[in-house]
């Protein structure tokens, strides 16, 4: 048995957004605008409301969000009493989005709702409505029941995670990726990446979540070069549809080591939380193989010799033919290494711990222990000696500025 959950409604393809705009103006007349720093790529949206003569608060977010981030966000959400959320931008943008529709209507802080460092009770109210607009080709957020936020105080990264977190709309327009540079296109890619990888190999598939997986891979890997390098439009719709179905493949099914470490870690280091996810997948892929080898577990081994095949187009590829495609890919995109960010091996201890107690570490295809956690982690990241400071700058993990709330203009003409 098994169920399948993603988002109400999924618009997809070339001119997918200016054509359904008008499906905002179903969820009521005041919008909260979620928006990445580049707020030009929210003029779309911006031009439809002001047309509509809609009341909006627009908020654009910089850097991944963390809980402080959403709390202070929520108290204005709260005062604008919006009827629906928009995001438009990366998965972080979404992620925020995602977050202030089920926190603005729910009481309490979010501490009280977040996994693994809160209290993790359900939410008491409905979420607002949610509309996801993905910019960038990457996490699948808009098709996601969960938000990933940063917990400075604990230096880990958490979700908060609901079923009525779903998007009510996601819109995936391919257009809206034409241009991203290289560096975002390859770690929004190679996130995908890890997202079909570890859901395809986890301990709880399921016979859709398999289907979606292959699917997913075979768009990926024949577009990721083109997409990222070539900026190709056809190879950029391959890449979006591939995304979006990463993230319908782990809200249904589980995830893995890679992702319990990089939670770990996220909150320790100021990295991209899909590069940390991409330069452990390799890692991970081969620990993970080596243990089923010697557990004698075929059935793990076989997923993974048919996602070599996948990735590589190669009938004959070998059960870790898949963990050198992710490997040479990585240098091929030109992502960082985690060194650059300043791994210390001091802290890889701390680190195993926290990631054994996050939620993706329980779907990973076979128990790994904190010392096999330890050593993928001396694998991966190449000890320069520089270690993490305890106390990480809140400005270094993002921020949230007002861009513009017309129920302030509104107000000013009155009192005028």
Request: hydrophobic share 40%.
């Amino acid at each position: 048995m098994f169920q399948f959950m993603t988002s109400s409604r999924i618009i997809f393809g070339e001119g997918a957004l200016q054509s359904s705009l008008s499906v905002i103006s179903q969820y009521g007349y005041s919008v909260l605008l979620v928006s990445g720093k580049r707020t030009e790529r929210a003029n779309v949206v911006v031009d439809y409301l002001q047309q509509q003569n809609m009341r909006y608060l627009h908020l654009a977010v910089s850097g991944e969000p963390n809980i402080t981030m959403v709390e202070e966000a929520a108290v204005g959400g709260r005062r604008f009493r919006p009827d629906v959320v928009v995001a438009i931008g990366g998965g972080s943008v979404l992620d925020m989005g995602k977050a202030l529709a089920a926190i603005i209507p729910n009481q309490g802080n979010v501490y009280d709702y977040v996994e693994v460092v809160g209290r993790n009770v359900p939410l008491k109210s409905k979420p607002l409505p949610f509309i996801a607009i993905p910019t960038t080709a990457s996490t699948g957020s808009e098709v996601t029941r969960n938000a990933v936020l940063r917990s400075g105080q604990d230096r880990v990264k958490v979700s908060l995670r609901s079923p009525e977190m779903l998007a009510d709309v996601a819109i995936v327009d391919p257009t809206l990726t034409y241009g991203t540079d290289l560096a975002t296109s390859g770690r929004g890619a190679m996130d995908a990446f890890t997202h079909l990888m570890e859901a395809y190999v986890c301990g709880e598939p399921n016979p859709l979540t398999d289907m979606i997986c292959e699917e997913g891979v075979r768009r990926l890997s024949r577009s990721i070069l083109a997409a990222c390098v070539r900026d190709d439009s056809k190879a950029r719709a391959d890449l979006s549809f591939a995304a979006m179905l990463g993230g319908m493949a782990i809200t249904n099914a589980k995830l893995g080591a890679a992702h319990g470490l990089a939670s770990a870690l996220g909150g320790k280091l100021d990295a991209p939380h899909s590069v940390i996810t991409a330069r452990l997948a390799p890692y991970v892929m081969r620990e993970n193989i080596h243990a089923a080898q010697l557990a004698g577990r075929e059935d793990v081994l076989a997923r993974y010799r048919r996602l070599s095949h996948l990735l590589t187009g190669r009938k004959n590829a070998n059960v870790e033919d898949g963990a050198l495609w992710a490997q040479m890919m990585l240098d091929k995109l030109k992502l960082p290494t985690l060194s650059e960010y300043g791994v210390c091996s001091t802290s890889f201890e701390q680190v195993a711990r926290d990631a054994m107690k996050s939620n993706a570490i329980k779907g990973n295809p076979i128990p790994l222990t904190s010392e096999r956690l330890i050593y993928i982690l001396n694998q991966v990241c190449a000890c320069r000696g520089e270690c993490v400071d305890a106390d990480i700058e809140a400005h270094r993990h993002g921020a949230v500025l007002l861009i513009h709330d017309s129920a302030e203009e509104e107000s000013s003409k009155l009192s005028g």
